[in-house]
Structures are given as C-alpha cells and as structure tokens.
C-alpha cells in the first residue's frame, strides 16, 4: 500500500536525519533521567503521606514520569519543521506524488521510536530503585506511550505549520506543556489534591494518560482507567493526525 | 489536447487574508507556455512570481481561475501533475545535515522508483550536473553553486518533461550564473520545458525564449525579449545637464522626435525613434537655449526600458 511505503520512506530519512543529529533525543533522556535521580528520593518520605496511592513511591512516580517523557518528548518535535518550512525542504517534499498522510506519519513514527526508546531506558533503570513492572504491562504502557507519542508530535507539527515561526512556538509551548503536567498527577498524584483542582484536572486528557499509566504499573491491567486512558489517547492521536496531516499538504514558507 | 500547449491558464488568481484585508497577489493571469521552451518570467519581488509558480506546481490551491499543466487539470488531478513536472523552490530543499546522494536516493523514491533505480538515478545527476566532488558530503558545506545544482538535480529526478525553477540563479556569482545557464540550455536541448522566474534582466535576455513581465500580479507584457523591445521602439538616449534639469526636460519633451520624456536622478531619458539622428538635434536644441551639456549616451533599448515603460518604475531599483 502505497502510504505504508511512502511512510516507512519517510520514517526512514529521518532516522537518519535523528542519529547523524541526536541532540533532542538525548535532551529528551536526560530530562527524566535528572527527575529520577533528583527528585525521586524526595517521594520517599512522602509516599506514607496519607491519600498517597498504593504501591511504593516508585510505581506511583514512574508511570508517570513515562507520561511526562511522552509529552515533553513529542511537544517539541515542531521545532524542526519550522527551519524545514524555511529551507524549502517542506515545499520540496509536497510537490513530489508522494502520499500526504505519509509525510506526517512518517516522521511522526521517527518521534514515536525516539520515545519508546526512552521510555524503555527509563523504566529499566528505574527497576534497580525498587520498581516493579510485568512484561504484559509493560507493552500496554509502550501502545499507550506510542498514542501520546502520535498526538503531541502531530500537534506540535500542526502548530509549528500555523504560527511559522519559533519565536512565537516556543512560548506557546511552554504555556500550553506546563499546565498539563501540573494538572496531570505526574509529580503528585491528584488523589492528594482539593476537589477544586482535581474537578480541573478532570478535564486534562493527560491525567487519564497518567492514571491509566499508574494502573498499569500497579497491575490493575482490568482497571476501567486503563481502557479509558488508552481510548481516549487513541481518539485525540487520530485527530491529531488528520488534522497534522491535512496541514502539512497545504503548507508553504 | 493535440494544440494545448505545457502550461496553458485563464484567469488564474490568488488573494490571501491579510489584517488590512484581502490581498491579489497574483490578479488573474492568462499564460501560454509552449513545450520545448525557457519560458521566463520577468518582475520584481512581490509581483506575483512566487506564488503563480506556486499554483502551478499544486503547491498553492488558485483562489480562481484554471489551468492545465503538463496535460493535466491542475484543479481536478493534481497528483497527475506532480508526477509530471519537476519543482525548485527559491530555498532548494535539501537538507543541511543529509548528504547529496542520499537526497536524491531519497527524492527518486517519492516518485515510485525502486532502490536500485533511484540509485542509478542519482549516479546519472550527479554526473550530470558535475556533483561527483561533493555528492558524499552532508549539502551544508556545499558551495552556492554546488548546492543550487544539486537543488536542480533534485528536480528532474524523475525525467520530468516541464520544470519549474523558482530564481535558480539567486545569491549565484556571475561565474556560478553562467554555468546554470548553460545547465538549463541543456535541459531544452533534452526536449524538456522550463518555467523559470528571475528578476534579473540579463538571465531572461539571455536565457529565454519567450517571457512575460509580471508587476503587482498582473502580466504587463508577453513576447519573446526582442518583440517586447521592439514594443517600446526607438532607443533611450540618457543626457545630464548643468544646473536643474527641468529646464532640459521641457524644452526637449515638446520635439517631434521625442516620443517620451523623463526625469530620473538629475538625468534626462529619452525615447526617440532615431538615436543617431536625434543626438545632434538635441546638441543644437541646448547649445540654442544655452543649457549647457554634461554628458549623453544612447542605449538600445533593454529589457529594464520595457519594463519601465510598462509599470512606470525601474527593475533596477534596489530589492526591499
């Protein structure tokens, strides 16, 4: 089929473009890497606070610091497309027959194996601090990580195609990332928020990425946040990539 | 289909929104591109180029207006055209960091080449268009020529019959320009058609075969470059004068044989049908009203005179 070649081209070039280039891949490891070692031993005393979940302090932070990994991971692959749009490469790609979809899908997939990589590396080293993970649950957190992977990069190429411009990109991002993952439950979980603050979170599709996530991590793979999480990530990535998707063919410098 | 021509539109247009409110950048344009030319066109930034060589190569959906390219509808198959014209934006489309061969590895298979025929392809363009230096290099530390034909190479991956070339001599030295266009004779020689824009002068005379001047979105003037000069007929003979030339302008403006009549930067232009009959009579005229003459040149006219006898303002002027 012609869009799985032309995305798998697509994905290829610019794997390439990632190793000769691994600058954002290696910011994206450290950053979690720094939360792990820095921040993690502080959870310890916390984690007998009560309405602090179950679980061990780990399996309650990991989960979602593997979230937070999908989101500042993807968020800022915009950047790249909009030097892209400058140096004609976007305009050079479109006028070819190749497939739309393919074009974002192709280097969405690149963002997407960068972030599982991570989130690999993150989890296995977290193993020796005491976090328990199963191998069925550890492929349901990397098809959850890949649908939060697919709608922040296609977001963020979305974005970056409308405002043109890293001057205005990069505070949007910024004002747009933190308040999702201050709302999300990464850092503490919400259980230990006032109602007001956990009735906004309620509308941040990210804290059900998160709350799915910690299900996962504390076997309750038939927990109903599981399903929930994954279903409602896999309805706002399709839209994502639709809408990335049909802004990328019809984007000029 | 048997008359059309390579690129054939009526009343293709294009406005964009802007705070101030719409904008035409391109006015609706009728063009005829005949197959097997360099067909150039000619205009200042802003006029409109870009962006009709934007619609015409699908990447840029026309407010209005239609067109047929290659044989194909632009507005109902635009994937039939893309697989038979070939594109080079202004910015070329490499990237830095990605070596030449692999670009054109790459570009082959977006056109439905297999791995070895896109390979193939590449070794043929790169020694083609002379790219054996660097071709194993990332395109960042190419030269401006280096990168610009590489650019072209990209574009005619897959043997396309028309070419669009968006200012394929730009930033170029005259040295680096002259091997374009020598690159781009060849390419007519191949039985291929180019569509190219410059706003150089000197790339259309040389270069084309037939052009069209283009200034705020609409085509002033279309012929081959000696029609379009013999448009204007006559030549431009240019005067200074002592002292203010208002005095000059008037006095010669009112002469039978002066068909036009101008100021520009303290010199006098004038258009007149015999230049060589005419420098005498205006030597008499001054010398009689006691204006005293500094210095005169007569010029056939250029293709700058064209252009200034049919927006009013000179190519020349610096770009903004």
Redesign the interface.
Same mark, same amino acid.
């Given at each position: 089929m012609k869009v799985l070649r032309?995305s798998w081209?697509v994905f290829e070039?610019y794997v390439?473009?990632t190793v000769?280039?691994p600058a954002w891949v290696v910011s994206g490891l450290v950053q979690p890497l720094l939360y792990l070692t820095l921040f993690a031993p502080l959870l310890k005393s916390v984690a007998s606070t009560p309405g602090f979940p179950a679980g061990g302090a780990f399996n309650v932070f990991v989960p979602g610091l593997v979230i937070q990994l999908g989101l500042f991971g993807a968020a800022f692959v915009g950047f790249s497309l909009i030097s892209?749009l %400058? &140096?004609? !490469?976007?305009? %050079? &790609?479109? !006028?070819?027959?190749?497939s739309r979809l393919a074009l974002l899908l192709g280097r969405a997939l690149r963002d997407v194996v960068n972030l599982l990589v991570g989130s690999v590396l993150l989890i296995l080293l977290s193993i020796p601090f005491g976090l328990i993970v199963h191998p069925v649950g550890l492929l349901v957190v990397l098809g959850l990580q890949t649908l939060i992977g697919m709608l922040f990069a296609s977001l963020s190429y979305a974005l970056a195609l409308w405002l043109k411009s890293e001057d205005s990109f990069a505070p949007l991002l910024t004002t747009a990332t933190l308040p999702l993952v201050l709302l999300s439950g990464v850092l503490l979980p919400l259980s230990l928020a006032p109602d007001w603050l956990r009735s906004i979170a309620a509308a941040n599709p990210l804290a059900y990425a998160v709350d799915a996530s910690r299900a996962v991590f504390n076997d309750h793979l038939s927990d109903p946040s599981v399903i929930k999480g994954v279903a409602i990530m896999a309805v706002l990535a399709a839209a994502a990539v639709v809408t990335a998707a049909r802004t990328y063919a019809?984007a000029?410098? | 289909m048997e008359t059309s021509g390579m690129i054939e539109t009526r009343g293709l247009r294009r406005t964009f929104k802007a705070r101030q409110g719409p904008i035409e950048a391109v006015a609706g344009i009728d063009l005829r591109v005949e197959t097997g030319a360099i067909f150039g066109f000619l205009g200042p930034n802003g006029a409109g180029k870009t962006t009709t060589l934007r619609m015409l190569s699908t990447l840029l959906p026309p407010s209005g207006g239609e067109a047929t390219v290659a044989g194909c509808d632009l507005l109902k198959r635009p994937q039939h055209v893309r697989e038979r014209i070939g594109y080079v934006g202004q910015q070329g489309g490499s990237d830095n960091t990605v070596r030449g061969r692999t670009e054109l590895v790459f570009q082959g298979r977006l056109y439905g080449m297999s791995a070895g025929d896109a390979r193939r392809r590449a070794d043929e363009l790169i020694t083609m268009l002379e790219l054996d230096a660097c071709a194993d290099r990332p395109s960042g530390s190419y030269s401006g020529g280096q990168r610009r034909r590489l650019d072209i190479a990209l574009g005619l991956v897959h043997r396309p019959r028309l070419v669009f070339l968006d200012e394929p001599t730009g930033g170029l030295d005259p040295q680096g320009r002259a091997r374009l266009w020598d690159e781009i004779r060849r390419l007519r020689e191949d039985g291929m058609t180019v569509f190219l824009t410059t706003h150089y002068l000197e790339e259309a005379d040389a270069l084309c075969d037939r052009l069209a001047i283009i200034d705020h979105g609409r085509i002033v003037a279309e012929g081959t470059p000696d029609q379009l000069k013999r448009q204007i007929a006559g030549d431009v003979v240019r005067l200074g004068v002592a002292g203010s030339p208002r005095e000059a302008l008037e006095l010669l403006a009112g002469q039978p044989f002066v068909r036009e009549a101008s100021a520009e930067d303290g010199m006098l232009r004038l258009a007149v049908d015999h230049g060589e009959a005419a420098m005498p009579a205006i030597l008499r005229l001054l010398d009689g009203a006691g204006l005293r003459l500094e210095t005169i040149s007569l010029s056939r006219p250029s293709l700058d005179d064209v252009f200034l006898h049919k927006t009013g303002r000179s190519l020349r002027e610096p770009a903004a």
């Open positions: 032309d081209l070039r390439g473009i000769r280039n892209e %400058r &140096l004609g !490469v976007v305009e %050079r &790609l479109r !006028v070819t027959p190749v019809r000029v410098a | -």
